[in-house]
């Protein structure tokens, strides 16, 4: 599917800068924060503002075509990957990875038992990656 059609079966518009943004989400697996898609997108289209940047990343985010992570409270980031999976980000390079996530179905009914309805599930793990754990180790 290319992203005109992908835009187009979450019931978003496909124009030009969101064709643009939705593309680079879907290339980059990093979780890019707006700055970075800013960055990146500034020189292509010229008209590009930050503010626009954020409201089409909210409009995605919306119409679950994208999802938003609050793993580093300086920067929310943006995932393409809309599936569900963990996010672990390291402290020391400030990458952020994906890892597996295994749902726990009990714990789904027990909430839906008591009445709550479960939209998104989000978690976060935070500490050292094999990288920088490997360098730290290096250096001692
Ligand atoms: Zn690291
Ligand atoms: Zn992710």
Redesign the pocket.
């Known amino acids: 599917m290319n992203v005109y059609e992908y835009l187009l079966s979450y019931h978003i518009k496909p124009s030009v800068q969101r064709i643009a943004i939705m593309d680079y989400l879907l290339k980059h697996e990093t ?1 890019p924060c707006i700055d970075e898609i800013y960055m990146a997108l500034c020189k292509e289209i010229p008209t590009l503002s930050k503010t626009t940047v954020y409201n089409t990343l909210k409009l995605f985010v919306e119409h679950g075509a994208a999802k938003m992570l609050t793993i580093d409270e300086r920067n929310a980031c943006f ?1 393409g ?1 809309t599936s569900l ?1 963990a ?1 672990f980000l390291c402290r020391t390079c400030g990458k952020i990875y ?1 890892l597996p996530f295994r749902e726990n179905p009990a714990e789904r009914e027990e909430l839906e038992e008591k009445g709550f309805v479960l939209e998104e599930i989000h978690r976060y793990y935070k500490g050292t990656c094999p990288e920088c754990a490997k360098k730290a180790g290096e250096r001692n």
Request: glycine share 0%; charged share 35%.
């Open positions: 979780h995932d990957n999976h996010h994906d």
